[in-house]
């Protein structure tokens, strides 16, 4: 058993399989016998010095925390800038990891986490204070540089193509006589990932969804109207997936257009609001739209299991990169094969991770701009593949495990940061 | 082999589980070995004489039906008025049945096909053609008289209670620094069952949905922000769930707030877009909303057992019963016990359930008005009890099936209704 304490903090908005991830640090740095302190709250518990001690889990706790959405242990949204701009912040981990012998940091989030991790890291060398820090890949945007997917990103992708077919034969049923346009908004603000997974749903040429819109392409009111209304002619309806971030040539985000409601309230906006709005003015057709919003990112109940295998072997190999002291990296999943799908896990420098944002390859997009090609279906069939329903219990709900956990005692004097 | 056709066709907006009936239907004539055609996009097609034939279908097709979304034979949104305002279109269905042999109708939906049920076997018996007319029941809004629970709402229940649990594990994890307060838009324009069905998420008193926004209460803004701002200081943020259907005091729809833009274009209202818009102005807490549209009546993926076997359930009883010459009837879902669960199909006359609209009793309904009660979880938790997840196919996706029908050679001039 070697000495010390393993601090495990997750970061950034949740997925349906961060608690995988957590799952599985708790089990293998139970197998190495480690005790695990989990910060509350991501780094601002670790800031704050307000952590749990994993210890009082259970193993069955433990193993629910693999099927459980949300966060076991809280995130945050909290940046650290500079190590120069936020040293008292930095100074201030490395004294709450010295205060609770804290040897080893997982740190389990996206490429703003990739850095965090980083310069704790830089700064525990220049104090000589003896810390592996460890990164630990995890969002539904799938935008980190090095890694071929991003866990999370597996499941919200199968969530938001399984969706979008069920909508579709809702539609096709009804557009005789009522909506004849559905618009669906996914999540994305810089990088397509989940709205090409969209394109999933359907395989031939008029197979919903019709028209994809990218954040990736400038998006051209005109052109897309005029495309609605012909697919509309054509298929009798028209399915639609819109990322979040679409901006017009102006640079403009289309979700930015909220305005005044007829009392002079604020008016949130919203891609497919402003997009079904266009369609009734411009068209006249019946729309209806839809915004899963965090529905898409904490469907646990309909998990992909490759994403949920790779959450967990990217916990596993964190605690043992941690234990054999391999600093400032983060473990990825390298690709071995499309079909079959074969896969591994190997382990990158935190550098080459950090702050940078990995976008969809250019010939992932259709040419005309609306639709994924076969390279993007090849790139994204595996990561949606196999089922990890949840169990489920006999009131019908998920058995999602809520564990109630100690808190370690504070050492230290309360954080003003 | 009785002689005659029997026609089956599909009513009003689609469920989970409408082509379960359908399956289970095509099953039992089958069995009886009496021909089905199936009326393209409902009542629709019958007035059109654009019927399917569906011998063409394969046992495994039909079976397939029992897990796919959707309406297999299109709906409509096509409520016909009285026998004397809307005569040339009974008579107009009378002479396609009569065309194609049909002696018995089987139309499948809620209480304005029951009233088209019925009536339609009204004018048979008027005009001495032998026709029995079986409805059969379908909604997710469970506003069907008579029945205890409608087949499509138990699943649309399900969808709502697990989603709402989802998010809100994902508020939870993320409320220090983010999101504080959630909305989630339910389905039900006049009564709230979907809403109530989401009040299953949670238990405990501080448990989500913290609040539950009821069509058949007031909607009180000044109560409401204030309720939404204690439960922020008490749990640290507040779940919502709101049913599409609420309004103020002097009788106007929430949802119908819609204004304009900043570019002066029209954008659409929503109950939770104008909450979330109120939360952010009058309480200034970051907000996040969802409505799941469509996603809530087509998510087969997350089907409940029991609403599954009551929606065959009925589909083989509307057969017998056909079969057996009960006129204007439609099988109804008697229970017989909430715990355990039991139930049973029994037969009841059309004219108790057309045009009938059954509300929330009052005593489902918490005294404050933003909650359900013991009574509503006993009614409730057996519907949504169960799961039937689809098969998946090894593309992540649930093998739904889509058959192709093949349509019946028209015996009458065009109708131009």
Same mark, same amino acid.
């Given at each position: 058993m070697p000495a010390g304490t393993l601090l495990y903090a997750q970061s950034g908005g949740v997925t349906a399989v961060i608690n995988a991830t957590a799952s599985a640090v708790l089990q293998a740095a139970r197998a190495r016998r480690v005790p695990v302190l989990a910060a509350r709250n991501g780094i601002l518990g670790a800031l704050r010095e307000d952590l749990l001690d994993t210890s009082s889990l259970t193993a069955a706790e433990i193993k629910g925390l693999a099927h459980t959405p949300g966060g076991a242990f809280g995130s945050c949204r909290l940046k650290l800038k500079s190590l120069?701009?936020?040293?008292?912040?930095?100074?201030?981990?490395?004294?709450?990891?010295?205060?609770?012998?804290?040897?080893?940091?997982?740190?389990?989030?996206?490429?703003?986490?990739?850095?965090?991790?980083?310069?704790?890291?830089?700064?525990?060398?220049?104090?000589?204070?003896p810390l592996t820090c460890v990164g630990v890949p995890k969002t539904i945007d799938n935008d980190l540089a090095v890694t071929d997917c991003c866990p999370g990103f597996g499941s919200a992708a199968k969530y938001t193509a399984v969706s979008v077919r069920?909508?579709?034969?809702?539609?096709?049923?009804?557009?005789?006589? !009522?909506? @004849?346009?559905?618009?669906?908004?996914?999540?994305?603000?810089? =990088?397509?990932?989940?709205?090409? $997974? +969209?394109?999933?749903?359907?395989?031939?040429?008029?197979?919903?969804?019709?028209?994809i819109l990218f954040p990736e392409r400038v998006f051209d009111e005109a052109d897309f109207l005029a495309r609605v209304d012909a697919v509309v002619k054509r298929v009798g309806y028209c399915v639609v997936v819109a990322s979040e971030g679409i901006r017009t040539a102006d640079g403009r985000f289309v979700a930015d257009a909220g305005g005044k409601d007829s009392f002079g309230h604020t008016q949130l906006g919203g891609v497919a609001a402003y997009l079904a709005g266009r369609?009734?003015?411009?068209?006249?057709?019946?729309?209806?739209?839809?915004?899963?919003?965090?529905?898409?990112? !904490?469907? @646990?109940?309909?998990?992909?299991?490759?994403?949920?295998?790779? =959450?967990?072997?990217?916990?596993? $190999? +964190?605690?043992?990169?941690?234990?054999?002291?391999?600093n400032a990296v983060m473990p990825v999943i390298v690709r071995d094969s499309d079909t079959p799908y074969h896969w591994h896990v190997d382990i990158a420098p935190l550098s080459r991770i950090a702050n940078r944002e990995k976008t969809m390859p250019k010939h992932f997009i259709r040419k005309d701009g609306y639709g994924i090609t076969a390279a993007a279906r090849r790139y994204l069939t595996p990561l949606i593949t196999g089922e990890a329903f949840p169990p489920f219990g006999?009131?019908?709900?998920?058995?999602?495990?809520?564990?109630?956990?100690?808190?370690?005692p504070r050492r230290l004097p309360a954080w003003h940061g």
């Open positions: 120069t701009e936020d040293r008292a912040k930095y100074e201030r981990l490395l004294a709450v990891f010295r205060a609770h012998d804290v040897r080893w940091f997982l740190y389990n989030g996206g490429n703003d986490s990739a850095d965090t991790a980083l310069k704790v890291s830089q700064l525990a060398a220049e104090f000589g204070y069920e909508c579709a034969l809702d539609v096709a049923a009804m557009a005789e006589t !009522s909506t @004849r346009v559905f618009i669906y908004e996914a999540m994305g603000r810089h =990088a397509g990932w989940l709205a090409a $997974a +969209a394109g999933l749903a359907g395989a031939g040429k008029d197979d919903a969804p019709h028209l369609v009734k003015d411009a068209l006249g057709h019946k729309v209806h739209w839809a915004l899963p919003d965090y529905l898409q990112r !904490s469907a @646990r109940h309909l998990a992909s299991q490759t994403d949920l295998d790779q =959450a967990m072997a990217v916990g596993r $190999a +964190a605690v043992e990169c941690a234990l054999a002291g391999q006999r009131n019908g709900l998920p058995d999602y495990v809520m564990p109630d956990i100690r808190p370690v």
